[in-house]
C-alpha cells in the first residue's frame, strides 16, 4: 500500500494565484513528521516546509503553509501568490518512528506550472 | 560552506562495468543517505549511513554497495552495472534523528549503456 499519495501528477495554476497541493499519507505510528520539497527542472531537492504530527499548528514558512489534517491523513501544501519560480516538481515525503529507522517516504510527485 | 556535494555529476557506464559515486558534506551530519530517483516516481532510499563506519540497507539496496570510512563521506559503488540502474542518483545527509531536514546534493545523472 501507498504511504504517501500525491494525486496531481501535474496542474496548471494562474501566476499570483493560490495553489494547493495535495498529499495524503498512511501510518500507524504517533510519531512522524511531513516534508515538502522542491525539485525545479535543474534538479536540486529544495527544503520547503516541515510538519511534525505534535504540532498543533499548522506550519508555515514565508509563502509556504502546510494544511496538517491529522484525522484525515493529509498533509497539503498551500502556496500563496504563485510566482513563475514556483514552476518544479514538488513532492511530499513522511518520516515515520524509530520502528522505521527514521528514513523519509516519497510520494510521486506534482509538476506544477506557473502560467504567467 | 560547500554543503553536500557530488561527484561525478553525469557518467555513462556500459553493463558490466563498475564505479564509485562520491558524497561529500561539510555539515557535520551525523546521518547521510544514498536514493536513487527514476521518472514518475518519488525519492527510493537505497543505503543510509547512521554515523562514520555503519551503513544499512535501504528499501531498494540489491546491487550497491556503500562505505562510510570517514564522517563526511559516503560513496555508493556499483559492482557490475546493469541497465535497470540507470537513474538519478541523490545523496543527502541530516544532523541526527532529531534534526528532521534532510539536505541534498545536485544529484548524479548515471546512464548504462
Known amino acids: 500500500a501507498q504511504k504517501i499519495t500525491q494525486t496531481q501528477p501535474g496542474m496548471f495554476v494562474q501566476e499570483k494565484e493560490a495553489v494547493t497541493l495535495d498529499c495524503t499519507y498512511d501510518?500507524?505510528?504517533?510519531?512522524?513528521?511531513l516534508f515538502w520539497y522542491k525539485q525545479p527542472s535543474s534538479g536540486e531537492m529544495i527544503f520547503l516546509i516541515y510538519?511534525?504530527?505534535?504540532d498543533e499548528q499548522n506550519a508555515t514558512e514565508g509563502r509556504y503553509s502546510l494544511n496538517f489534517q491529522k484525522a484525515s491523513k493529509s498533509a497539503n501544501l498551500v502556496i500563496s501568490a504563485s510566482q513563475l519560480g514556483d514552476s518544479a516538481m514538488y513532492f511530499c515525503?513522511?518520516?515515520?518512528?524509530?520502528?522505521?529507522?527514521?528514513?523519509?517516504?516519497w510520494g510521486a510527485g506534482t509538476k506544477l506550472i506557473i502560467k504567467p | 560552506n560547500a554543503g553536500v556535494t557530488q561527484t561525478p555529476k553525469f557518467r555513462v557506464l556500459k553493463t558490466g562495468q563498475s564505479m564509485t559515486l562520491l558524497c561529500a558534506q561539510d555539515?557535520?551530519?551525523?546521518?547521510m543517505y544514498w536514493y536513487r530517483q527514476d521518472p514518475g516516481m518519488g525519492l527510493r532510499l537505497i543505503h543510509y549511513?547512521?554515523?562514520?563506519?555503519?551503513?544499512a540497507k535501504g528499501e531498494v539496496p540489491d546491487g550497491y554497495n556503500v562505505s562510510r570510512l570517514k564522517k563526511q563521506n559516503f560513496l555508493l559503488g556499483l559492482e557490475s552495472a546493469a541497465p535497470s540502474q540507470t537513474s538519478v542518483y541523490f545523496c543527502?545527509?541530516?544532523?541526527?534523528?532529531?534534526?528532521?531536514?534532510?539536505?541534498f546534493g545536485p544529484g548524479t545523472r548515471l546512464l548504462v549503456l
Open positions: 543527502a545527509s541530516s544532523y541526527s534523528r532529531g534534526q528532521e531536514t534532510q539536505y
Open positions: 555539515m557535520n551530519h551525523e546521518y
Open positions: 549511513s547512521v554515523g562514520e563506519g555503519t551503513t
Open positions: 501510518t500507524s505510528d504517533q510519531s512522524y513528521g
Open positions: 510538519q511534525g504530527s505534535y
Open positions: 515525503a513522511m518520516r515515520e518512528g524509530k520502528d522505521s529507522n527514521y528514513q523519509l517516504i
